[in-house]
């Protein structure tokens, strides 16, 4: 049987052949056996894990906790690039200040359970919540940006990273309310326990990768530059941060 | 570094109050009604021993407090206490993290300058291996309704 990996679904549709191509390099460096499974949900993929099928996930860090604190994994590395939200509105929406937010409003969200946190968080200052705005879910932060220019919904919660890549005709019809500066929530790259004796040999594979010239080719089709090493502490630390956010 | 604030340090007019803080410490303060305002989409995060003493802060508490990284390391987190907050809310902090709990609440805090600035501040205990090591403590833009809530309340309390 070969080992598994998963990708968080919030990967960006752009780096889904980067992820075959980065399974690829990592069985040809292992020379372990590992089959790339990419669930289309968050739900799915969780499943999965309390059915211990994954033994490596690229893991958003809402899903942290769980995977440390309930089903054994520890962390490898991350790609150094933090997790940030952004609120946004159409560029003719009177608001200018999230406090000038009523109860009520429509909020355009993907379903990328950190950056619903993060957004639902900054969203707070208005006395929003959960239970007091209407969500409309997205599947993809285009579709997120498309709500806010039809003028389907007042707000749209957005990944900055993906804000950022939206085109230029786009960003120039929608415009910032608030970009989280968070700093320290981030994807990690995280190994289970079938693979837990090995995580010293993954992480210094994954570690000397940007060295390699072909390594460095298979870091971009990510779209990452590098590995940054996670130590059991900086993770401990991310998922105490996240519970504090996530009540 | 922690001791009485210098009058010095204040920018405005100021009142002077004497603080009674854990442990029969007491401490001097002079605070102004300047507010800072929270800023928007940033996390104010530090990290306290069992002790109550400073562990980590980053950035955004070292901009927010007006103390350097140096003078919070080592200081008690009532560097903080502001004269209008209630000891009853501090009390139920610690007795609820203390059971392993988490503890939320809105605090006003005093800044090197005497100014103040409000909080939603989340408390956790850091468990590892089953043992708590030290407190976390997130603070994040209150509402000002909830603000305006506690200015009501709180003197009620003292």
């Known amino acids: 049987m070969p080992y598994q990996f998963t990708v968080s679904p919030d990967f960006s549709p752009d780096h889904l052949s980067g992820w075959y191509i980065f399974n690829t390099w990592l069985q040809k460096q292992t020379g372990e056996a590992i089959h790339l499974e990419m669930y289309d949900n968050f739900q799915s993929q969780r499943n999965a894990i309390q059915q211990n099928n994954v033994d490596l996930i690229y893991a958003n860090p809402y899903d942290a906790a769980m995977l440390v604190r309930e089903n054994g994994f520890l962390p490898l590395v991350t790609s150094g690039i933090a997790d940030e939200a952004i609120i946004a509105v159409n560029a003719d929406s009177p608001i200018a200040d999230v406090a000038e937010l009523a109860a009520n409003i429509r909020v355009a969200m993907s379903e990328d359970p950190d950056v619903r946190m993060m957004g639902l968080i900054m969203l707070e200052p208005a006395d929003l919540n959960a239970s007091n705005i209407s969500i409309i879910g997205c599947d993809s932060y285009v579709l997120v940006a498309k709500q806010l220019l039809r003028q389907d919904a007042e707000v749209g919660v957005f990944l900055a990273e993906a804000y950022d890549d939206l085109s230029n005709i786009i960003k120039s019809k929608l415009r910032i309310l608030v970009r989280s500066q968070i700093s320290v929530i981030h994807h990690a790259l995280m190994i289970g326990p079938k693979l837990a004796n090995k995580r010293a040999e993954y992480q210094q594979l994954l570690l000397n990768m940007a060295d390699d010239p072909k390594g460095k080719d298979v870091l971009h089709s990510l779209g990452f530059e590098t590995w940054v090493k996670v130590e059991d502490e900086d993770m401990e630390f991310m998922i105490d941060l996240m519970d504090t956010l996530a009540i | ?158």
């Open chain 2, 1 to 158: 570094m922690f001791g009485d604030m210098q009058s010095e340090w204040v920018i405005g007019d100021y009142k002077e109050a004497v603080l009674a803080l854990y442990g029969s410490i007491t401490r001097r303060v002079f605070y102004t009604e300047i507010e800072t305002p929270y800023p928007d989409g940033k996390l104010i995060v530090s990290t306290t021993d069992k002790n109550g003493l400073i562990t980590h802060v980053n950035k955004a508490f070292v901009e927010m407090s007006g103390y350097t990284e140096d003078e919070l390391i080592g200081a008690p987190h009532s560097i903080l206490r502001h004269p209008d907050m209630p000891a009853v809310a501090f009390k139920d902090l610690w007795d609820t993290v203390n059971k392993g709990e988490h503890w939320q609440g809105y605090v006003k805090n005093l800044r090197k300058d005497g100014g103040y600035y409000w909080v939603k501040a989340t408390v956790i205990p850091n468990i590892r291996q089953g043992k708590v090591v030290s407190y976390t403590s997130v603070r994040r833009k209150p509402s000002r309704t909830k603000v305006n809530e506690c200015i009501q309340l709180y003197p009620t309390l003292l």
